[in-house]
T-cell receptor
Framework: QKEVEQNSGPLSVPEGAIASLNCTYS??????FFWYRQYSGKSPELIMF????GDKEDGRFTAQLNKASQYVSLLIRDSQPSDSATYLC?????????????FGKGTKLSVKP | DTGVSQNPRHKITKRGQNVTFRCDPI?????LYWYRQTLGQGPEFLTY????????KSRLLSDRFSAERPKGSFSTLEIQRTEQGDSAMYLC??????????????FGEGSRLTVL
């Protein structure tokens, strides 16, 4: 089992729709969970982090964490063409430093005008 | 520009040659990370510095790879006797020891290595 798994997509949604991105992780000891966005040819940038079970909202973005199911998701409301990018789920490596992250392969999101 | 700076941005080399990449982190960040990313994959952790001390190294970091951060500011990543499998984007990231999310990484634009 891969440590962090994501559906590689591409996920295509129409402009204004909700995009739902999912991620599962294998290490039950992981405590910190991140969503990074990576535009083609660019470096990753953090958009959300979540540490506790439940939902965390920031503008159009909502991160959801369920530690019992080892599942993290990201919802993007009112999707815009500018949201088209690869979304990387990352999990802090248990026993490692806070920035020692295990990344999934990413889900490519395409928002159609 | 006060972000993470990396150079060179692109490096093409022949197999067997040595290459060195430099990273200048955000000035107030004492934590510095090196990651490697290949096409279609997420970044993979290589190593971590807190100030000048190298505190973590991945098993991915073979003995051909060496990283330094001599004065706790900029860092270098050297790859000796390059192999075609070393072709990748080498990403540097830094983070702050304080604030609401000390795990947030700020990535540089990366150094792309092509080994012929």
């Amino acid at each position: 089992q891969k440590e962090v798994e994501q559906n590689s997509g591409p996920l295509s949604v129409p402009e204004g729709a909700i995009a739902s991105l999912n991620c599962t992780y294998s290490d039950r000891g992981s405590q910190s969970f991140f969503w990074y966005r990576q535009y083609s040819g660019k470096s990753p940038e953090l958009i959300m982090f979540i540490y506790s079970n439940g939902d965390k909202e920031d503008g159009r973005f909502t991160a959801q964490l369920n530690k019992a199911s080892q599942y993290v998701s990201l919802l993007i409301r009112d999707s815009q063409p500018s949201d088209s990018a690869t979304y990387l789920c990352a999990v802090n490596r248990y026993g490692g430093s806070q920035g020692n992250l295990i990344f999934g392969k990413g889900t490519k999101l395409s928002v159609k005008p | 520009d006060t972000g993470v700076s990396q150079n060179p941005r692109h490096k093409i080399t022949k197999r067997g040659q040595n290459v060195t990449f430099r990273c200048d982190p955000i000035s107030e960040h004492n934590r510095l990370y090196w990651y490697r990313q290949t096409l279609g994959q997420g970044p993979e952790f290589l190593t971590y510095f807190q100030n000048e001390a190298q505190l973590e190294k991945s098993r991915l970091l073979s003995d051909r790879f060496s990283a330094e951060r001599p004065k706790g500011s900029f860092s270098t990543l050297e790859i000796q006797r390059t192999e075609q499998g070393d072709s990748a984007m080498y990403l540097c990231a830094s983070s702050s020891p304080s604030g609401p999310n000390t795990g947030e990484l700020f990535f540089g634009e990366g150094s792309r290595l092509t080994v012929l």
